[in-house]
Structures are given as C-alpha cells and as structure tokens.
C-alpha cells in the first residue's frame, strides 16, 4: 500500500468535525488497530479540557487559514495544554514474538531516529515505486516534520553463554510529514514491505503518526491518496474533500 505525492484526492480525519466535547473515534481496523484506536482517543480526551467545544475551532479551511494570515474572521479557541500532559512515545512495540528456535522477533513503530536512505531505496523497489535521487532523498527526510518507521527487530538466542548474540534490524515500512509546526501537517510516502501487508501494519503506521501529531498540538492533518487506497484511508477516519475544498496541482509545462 502506498501514498503517491502525485495524486488528486484531499483526505483529512472525520474525527476533526466531532460535535462532542470530547474526542470520539471513526476508525474502522483489525482488532490490533481497533485497541491503537481506543488508546489514541483516550490519550487525546486526556489533553481536551471536559467541555472544549470543538466547534468553536472554526471550519476546516478557516482553520487552515488562520495558520497562513496574521488576522483570521474566524475566532480560534487554543485549548491550554500543560507540559507534563504531552508524553511523545519514540517507539511503540506493535508486534512481539518468539521463533521456535528462541529468536525474539518484534515490530516496532518509531517517530524519530534516522531512516537509511538506500535502506529505504531497497524498501521503494518491493513495492514498485520507480527510484529517485538518493540526494532528493535524503533532503527530504532531513526537512521533514517527522520520519515514521516501522523496523523489524530480530534477537536470535545467545550461542556463548551470556553474550548476547547480535540484534538485526530491517526496515519493513515508513511514512513521513511535513508541517509548519503549529496548524497544519500533510503525510506523505506511506509504504509498508508486501511481505508484512495484510496484517493492519499500515493501518498502525498511519494511527500512530496521527496520535503523534495531535499530542504536538498539530490539528489539521491531511493526505493525498491514490484512488485505489482512498477506501483504506476512509477506513482510518480520512475524509475525501471536505467541505467542498479540492487538492490542487501545477505542473511544469514542458
């Protein structure tokens, strides 16, 4: 599954238009997905003040607006978030089990630490995509808001004693963002090993990187998708073109 940078459909989260006061959730996943989910939107009511209207924000592109004009028609009301309330988890462990030979395998999510680019090349060329300069690349993972990864760790059983034996590590799936640090964040580049899809992975990358970015007080998430993973990304509470507004592309005309 992938998330082509050069594509037409505009996807933000269902849950931004939530009428409660308090988050709920639209997501439709695995039963893995279904558990990230619940945590995702406790974690989130934690940080929401009880009776914060979240219709006091102001519409989706007011809401874009207000990060681009120094003065915005619409009111804006910033919920006050105290420091020890935003607790960012690096790494997450999605998936853990042990071989029968004793090796520890486990999958693990992380939102920092750097991403090998020709790893990723490597990563690029199991799911098709056609490669790009390792240089573009590697500057676009340098300026991006956050790196996504999802790495498979294997701990095989130590052969001397106490000495453990080495840990190997193998890039499985990335995804990244890009944002202007305060309003806005758009994903991009969504990959998962086809080796390791069909098991919700995807579906967890994505959920992981949303709750990261709404812990960082980033509100107005979006994405463009191929037509053939729009359904998937319907499925994790994205909307295709709300409220009317439309993606939109220029090209170089030669």
């Known amino acids: 599954m992938a998330c082509c940078s050069t594509v037409s459909f505009l996807m933000v989260p269902h849950y931004y238009w939530c009428s409660s006061s308090r988050l709920t959730c639209n997501f439709a996943c695995s039963s893995y997905c279904s558990s990230v989910a ?42 006050e978030i105290k420091d020890d309330e935003i607790e960012l988890e690096d790494e997450v462990v999605l998936v853990e089990k042990v071989q029968t030979d004793g090796t520890i395998e486990k999958i693990i999510f992380a939102s920092s630490g750097e991403v090998d680019v020709y790893e990723l090349e490597l990563l690029c060329d199991k799911v098709g995509w056609p490669r790009r300069p390792p240089s573009k690349v590697a500057a676009a993972l340098k300026n991006s808001y956050m790196v996504a990864s999802l790495h498979l760790h294997r701990q095989p059983p130590s052969t001397d004693g106490d000495i453990p034996a080495p840990e190997k590590r193998e890039l499985i ?53 191929d037509a053939q993973v729009v ?9 295709s073109d709300p409220e009317g507004i439309k993606g939109m592309f220029w090209y170089p005309r030669y």
Do not use: C
């Open 231 to 239: 359904d998937f990304y319907r499925g994790l509470g994205f909307e």
């Open 38 to 79: 619940s945590s995702f939107v406790n974690a989130l009511n934690a940080v929401v003040p009880e009776k914060q209207d979240l219709r006091t924000k102001a519409g989706l592109w007011d809401s874009i607006r207000s990060g681009l004009l120094k003065t915005s028609p619409t009111a804006v009301t910033e919920p």
């Open 173 to 225: 799936g990335m995804a990244r963002a890009t944002s202007d640090h305060a309003f806005n964040a758009t994903i991009w580049d969504v990959l998962v090993d086809p080796l390791y899809q069909g098991q919700g992975l995807g579906k967890a990358l994505v959920e992981q990187m949303v709750r990261t970015l709404l812990r960082r007080d980033i509100g107005n998430i979006t994405l463009f998708a």
